[in-house]
């Protein structure tokens, strides 16, 4: 293994210990010392990579949005109905929230702004709701009287409400909950030409991402860690 490869380890490793404590203990409460111990490295090769505890932060707050992003963008554009893929993406982000430490932690560092960011996690799902609800609408597939606008801000309202409680039980992420909301919600939104097409469910493809598997760590990405240790040219202490 080359250095390079060992620093790009060493990165994912602390932005997910960082990850652990902040969601356990939040931003204020978490040292650095515990962090770089969960990480299994010592303190200088923490401050190698990360200047303070806000750096690291950013860092998580960062691979976080790139694994929302990322989520979203699956189902943004392709084929079939808007309103299921919609569907289909509130499954597939839940399912990343139960996988990813990683993308739970930054959600709620970027909600909590413990550390004075500007980043907005949630405008990319915000813009990706929409979205799909304007699609939605000029291909007919919203009832009467439905309008994007007003519906994105229910949706939104849920989703983020489902992510809160989850912070205290998981079990808010489980796929009935959003089954359940969507069984509420889809008569209501979708025109009656697509009774009975919509699977509130979730597509049965949604269930094979990694995020539902457990077998990756989508909010950590060794393509992007390894990226930005080439641009510093780092190595491991």
Known sequence: MTKQDRAVRTRLALIRSAAEQFETRGYVRASLAEISAGAGVSSGALHFHFANKAAVAEAVEHAAEDALREAAARHQHGDGSALQRLVDVTHHIARLLCADVVVRAGLRLNAEQAAGRVRDLRRGWRECVLGLLAEAERVGELAAGVTPQRTSAV??????GIE??????????ARPSLTDLWQLLLPCLAAPCLAGTLDPAGSPSVGSSSAASGQAEPGVRADAGRA???RAGLALR
Request: hydrophobic share 55%; net charge negative; glycine share 10%.
């Open 155 to 160: 949706v939104l309202a849920a989703t983020t």
């Open 228 to 230: 930005d240790a080439g």
């Open 164 to 173: 809160v409680l989850a912070r205290e039980d998981h079990g808010w992420l």
